[in-house]
């Protein structure tokens, strides 16, 4: 896939120019982060902020479903209560998201629920007060009778010819199948018929929320001269916000402004259109007055879009070598009740799909991949998608096969791990050139194999049970349109844009499309543009998260933003930094091939002489006619970047130390050896590795959301679901491996998903390895302490009547 | 349950004199009758920590504490961990250095906690900084960083 660039300018500046020759100043350095100071003193604006600035607004809390199927009879309150319900939102178009596939079915998403409620926690109705606390009692005043139906809550029941529906739709596969994505390539059947050894195995992951500490929040301000509204929301795609909205209200999208102030992390949880926010903004414009929604974390849990429920059911053949030649999966899964506005519930099935294969060179490949709806709530992406659970298919696999084979895990990954590139996948994926080998390799040295091996040993004799994990992974990155085209996306996201204007003090405003939530992306951009405008990464200020000030853009997800905005912002400062190059060789009656730009200076090289950029700022907008001709006055540059992609790579170990007793796991050292290429922060690359892998072990340990028998939520609150805390957390040691690959315009790849993705297998793989002289091999996340004490009991109880029988 | 009392807090030094229903939080009270908006609410149900103010110079949860409470009680919140504006105080400064924060919401209760525990023993032991910053939760940075700063500030603010 060639990367598609464009970058508009005067015509003749539009070619780029070579990054400067000498070593960057600020690129690769821990620059400490502008966005800092503000929020160390409590001068943040979080979207709470904005409500709890504004004495005037009026606070909607939201009515939700307490069964997970039914049909509603009334809702009804005492008088004085302003209640809003789907009949008073007329007009209003529902969401519904679309895949251009011919096996995905449309659902449609209502504002507020009409006659159908299909999961515990969906809106029905809102009411309106003065204050939280009026509309938290309005709240409790509301009834609501809905007439229960039955419900599905399983996957595997969802398919059944006789299962009830979610929704009324006409399905053209099974019940409730809404993707069924299928692929075998020709050599499959045989590979599978010539193994040496065929592994069957079976995982899953519970449900997961991302549980950003900042729930959803949103400000609805209307200006009652124009009418228009402007609306502050915690997500991670304003532009996306916008049209969604405007969508729904048949609203022109000039007539709404949306921004992401600070936002309190999002990891995927705040990129999908909040029914809530159409209500909002509708009822803003209809009442003329300010309106503030602030999620609770109960209903943060309840209805804040859920994520990772799937099963793979896996056969692996192997050679007697133990070379992986053939890999099938069967893909379910549980989307819950509706599609995510504009990703749709194909996000899930449909990256397990394309990219299960991993890193590895498997030749043959028979994949069914499905989406099933359910009475829960509708998952969205949350951090890794999809390759949390990937990756625990294929390194339990890994390790599986190893144990069975007789070789240790990591000669196994070195015989199946890709090692030349450009390598091309049985879906098509192109991985660039990366370091999977050497990761490997690196991780295993750093961790001394034998040496472990002994220790464990040593402590099996004490009755104590050690284990260590590995899992490789790559990491797709930075996917532009192309990527997001193949997955038929109706709306179809991949570019980024910016605009770079100097100023005539000299200082230079960058604004982007992409909207960071807390990554740190103001200061590494300010530093890539630094470096080539001689500049420091302060006097580079960027501008984010306001459809007003910004260009349509597609937010931070996917691992994207450092990759794609940073090459469409290395891309303007390029094009700006020649205009300014060419001014300066103007004035200064030299080459431009021989002026450079330093410490704020254009400079002829090799000699003192040289002109403060400043003047060179000042001259382009009061002096325009001393321009060389052809030069445009003022100094503004635009620039888009939409590659097709960059695969990261890493492999992370795991040793941990498993309490037969209670089924406890403590983790003793956690490694990651990563490859996200050049590192543009390498503070904030490793914070993002920090935080993912905390979110993996979480996964393979402690977060679930679970429902009972009747579809009700059990884990609504902080003392049911388990965010470890710093007491659950090893120290994290990182080390840096850095590929070049051409296929990013910085060598910048996407780092964000990865500690997400290679925690959970390490640790399972972790676990099984020390509960390996009992056989047992655990498949599903998260393994909390009662599921490896239930299989401690029953592994202990079968090998005691195997003994009884010999 | 709309009926005010009037409350007289005092914040960082300053009064202020508010009315409030006596089922309001501290939290609520700071963030919307004083307008200080840097004490963060990430679960209202005491878990989180992300509502850590100082009162009288232990950390509480604001979230857990009705304002009316606190008549009397000198409390302090992320906007007055430090003497000016000019200045951080050392855990600030160290959060800053450290990359201790992303996205942010929950700094605040981290510094508090932080800073109550170290003014109120800068000489605490490593297991014992774990333990304690171990009461709040972060989304964000996997605590690596949060622990690297608090112990870069117990270095900087022992005596
Ligand atoms: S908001 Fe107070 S502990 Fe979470
Ligand atoms: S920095 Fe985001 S929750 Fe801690």
Known sequence: MTPRTATTAPADLSAPT??????????????????????????????????ARDATCLYAAFVRSPVAAGRIRSITAPPGVRLITATDLAGVRPIAPELKRPDYVRVEMP??????????????????AESAALAEDALDSVAVDIEPTPAVLDAAAAVRPDSPLVHDAAFPGDPNTTVDARLTTPGFDAALQSAATVVELEVSCGRQSAMPMEARASHAAVDRGTGRVTLHTATQMPHVVRTGICDCLDLDEDLFRVVAPDVGGAFGAKMSLAREDVALVFLARRLRRNIAWIETREENFLAAWHSREQRYQLTAAFTEDGVLTALGADIVADVGAYSCYPVTFGVEPLMAFAELPGPYTIAEYSVRSRAVLSNKCPIAPYRGVSRPVQTLATERIMDVAARRLGLDPVTIRQRNLVATFPHTTPTGLVLDQASHQEALVEAARQVDLPGFRERQAAARAEGRWLGIGFSCFAERTGYGTPAFAARSMAITPGYERVNMSMDPSGGVVLRIGASPHGQGLRT??????????????EEIRVVHGDTDATPYGWGSFGSRAMVIAGGASSRAADTLRQRLIDIAADQLECAPEDVDLREGQATVRGTGIGRPIKQLARLAHHNSHLLPAGELPSLEVSATYDPGGTFSNACHVAEVEVDELTGAVQITRF?????????????????QVHGGVVQGIANALYEELLYDDRGILVTTSLMDYLPPTLAETPDIEIIHLASVSDATLTGAKGVGE?????????????????????????????????RVRTAIRTAQARLSSEGALR | MTATVPLRLLVNGERHDISVEPRRTLADALREDCQLTGTHLGCEHGVCGACTVLL???????????????????????????ADDENLHPVQQAFWDHHGLQCGFCTPGFLMLAAGTLEEDPERSDEELRDILSSNLCRCTGYQNILAATRAAAAQMRP
């Open chain 1, 524 to 537: 590494s951009l300010a530093q890539l543009v630094a470096d080539k405008l001689g500049l420091r990464p």
């Open chain 1, 18 to 51: 070579s990054p400067p020759a000498e070593p960057p100043t600020w690129t690769g350095q821990p620059v400490r982060r502008v966005e800092d100071p503000a929020i160390l003193r409590g001068w943040g604006t979080f979207v709470g902020d904005v409500a």
């Open chain 1, 754 to 786: 990865g500690g997400t993705i290679g925690a959970p297998a390490a640790v399972l793989n972790a676990v099984s390895d020390a509960l390996s002289p009992l056989g047992i091999e655990l498949t599903h996340l998260p393994a909390t302490p009662s």
């Open chain 2, 56 to 82: 009288d110079g232990q950390p509480a949860r604001a979230c857990l504490i009705f304002a009316v409470q606190c008549e009397g009680v000198s409390i302090r919140t992320v906007e007055g961990l430090s």
């Open chain 1, 671 to 687: 490694l990651v050896v990563e490859d996200a290429g050049l590192l543009v922060n390498p503070a904030i690359v490793d914070g």
């Open chain 1, 111 to 128: 504002v507020l629920a009409t006659d159908v409620v299909r999961f515990v926690g969906e809106p029905v109705a809102l009411v309106l």
